[in-house]
């Protein structure tokens, strides 16, 4: 039995629940979508959103409601809405879930989203490696028009919403928003510069809300329990529930639908069955590979964004990763390096350039042949990439290494000084270069 109260994962938690349009609506699926179509104007919808309080699950926690009010209401073209399922930031794997075991909450979330900020098409971008979860959707998609859930008309009022799938080609860059955009249009995923906001600007120049699969999943809750309901789940301005996908070294790795504040402590030493063999934990990472790593002492902190950042850190895409004690941090830094300096688009020099320096120097430094001064000299790349990229990027590569030498300093120069890594003596390491 879970210890709280269910809501992304409750439909997918009862045996025998296959997800179909049927199973759905049994379990009062699309009243919410018909309720708001037949009773409620978009500007309502706007407001409630707003005062749930609910904010983005793909990373940067903004307010879903706030954002879909920056789409102008009297623009005379197209509008669209664009769910962001890319989900390639390492150890976040929960939106395949909803999307795989309950595709047609997102779908009714992604519809009521439609209806409140007048978008008539919508684009699904799902992740290119999610062959099942494009299967399901394009199943679910094709079950929905049978029904008139989408298409014209819905439920008699005059309201059309057309969605499809668009599915990726494995590239992590295109999960940030304008990137997405980019390789919708066909075009190389490039991010683009901001302003103008695709609330304004966004796919072909047309006014664009993106939003996360996880976050449009919250809306038919929303509509069917009332603002009120969800933001009495949380704490503070983190309201509602969240799905978080714990890995690493746990008894019980897995994606966990909590109340937004539970501490990290709970969510390691309860939640996911405590440390894998019972070992001392050595480090965390909260919210997915580009945040900031976290140590011990920082288990007592809620999980919720304001906390999260406060300690240095941020709750981005939900992805918990556990490393014990015989972790190597430095191996795990440059692990992370060689993700992102594989996944750099190449657009900014600081990011495509500066990457492969930092994994050079980490590189050395696990192999033994770390100097003196690289660990300045690490730190000294990292400020020249952070704030000089066109997008987060920057930012979300450098937070892991940077955070590994101010709390593990010390074992960088452990590794300098006794000429090899103490974790991994006889290591041979594959490079990506
Ligand atoms: C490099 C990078 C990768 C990102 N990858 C994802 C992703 O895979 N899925 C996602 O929902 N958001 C991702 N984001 C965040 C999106 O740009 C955007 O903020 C989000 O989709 C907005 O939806 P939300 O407001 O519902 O969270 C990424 C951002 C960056 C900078």
Not at 113 to 142: H, K, M, P, S
Not at 387 to 406: M, N, Q, R, W
Request: glycine share 12%; hydrophobic share 35%.
């Amino acid at each position: 039995m879970p210890k709280y109260e269910l809501v992304l994962l409750k439909n997918m938690a009862q045996p025998g629940y296959t997800g179909s349009l049927e199973a759905y609506r049994q379990a009062g699926g699309y009243a919410a979508l018909e309720k708001v179509l037949k009773e409620r104007t978009p500007a309502d919808i706007i407001e409630e959103v707003k005062k749930s309080g609910l904010r983005g699950r793909g990373g940067a926690g903004f307010p879903t409601g706030l954002k879909w009010s920056f789409i102008p209401k009297d623009h005379k073209g197209l509008k669209y809405l664009c769910c962001n399922a890319d989900e390639s930031e390492p150890g976040t794997y929960k939106d395949r879930q909803l999307i795989e075991r309950d595709p047609h909450q997102m779908l009714e979330g992604l519809a009521i989203c439609c209806y409140a900020i007048g978008a008539e098409r919508a684009y699904i971008y799902i992740r290119g490696e999610f062959d099942l979860g494009a299967e399901v959707l394009e199943n679910a998609i094709q079950e929905a028009y049978r029904a008139n859930l989408f298409g014209k008309d819905l439920f008699g009022s005059g309201v059309n919403v057309d969605v499809s799938v668009h599915r990726g080609a494995g590239a992590y860059i295109c999960g940030e928003e304008t990137a997405l955009l980019e390789s919708i249009e066909g075009k190389r995923g490039k991010p683009r510069i901001k302003p103008p906001f695709p609330a304004i600007h966004g796919l072909y120049q047309e006014p664009t809300v993106i939003n996360n699969v996880e976050t449009l999943a919250n809306l038919p809750h929303i509509i069917n329990r009332g603002a009120e309901w969800f933001a009495s789940i949380g704490i503070g301005k983190s309201t509602g529930t969240r799905v978080f996908s714990v890995s690493g070294h746990v008894k019980r790795p897995g994606n966990y639908e909590v109340p937004m504040g539970v501490t990290l402590r709970e969510m390691i030493y309860d939640i996911a069955g405590g440390m894998r063999g019972d070992k001392p934990l050595k480090a965390f990472i909260p919210g997915g590979a580009s945040a900031p790593m976290m140590k011990p002492e920082h288990l007592d902190i809620p999980l919720d964004f304001e906390s999260i950042k406060e300690a240095g850190s941020m709750l981005g895409s939900g992805g918990i990763t556990v490393m014990e004690e015989e972790t190597c941090i430095v191996w795990a830094a440059m692990n992370l390096m060689e993700f992102f300096h594989h996944e750099s688009c190449g657009q900014c020099t600081p990011c495509r350039e500066g990457s492969g320096w930092v994994l050079q120097i980490l590189h050395r430094i696990e192999q033994g042949h770390g100097r003196e001064g690289d660990i300045e000299q690490l730190e000294n790349l990292c400020r020249r990439i952070e704030g000089k990229t066109v997008c987060a990027f920057g930012e979300a590569e450098v937070g892991p290494i940077l955070s590994s030498i101010k709390h593990f300093r010390a074992e960088y120069e452990q590794h300098i000084r006794e000429k090899c890594c103490p974790f991994h003596p006889n290591a041979t390491l594959s490079m990506v270069h």
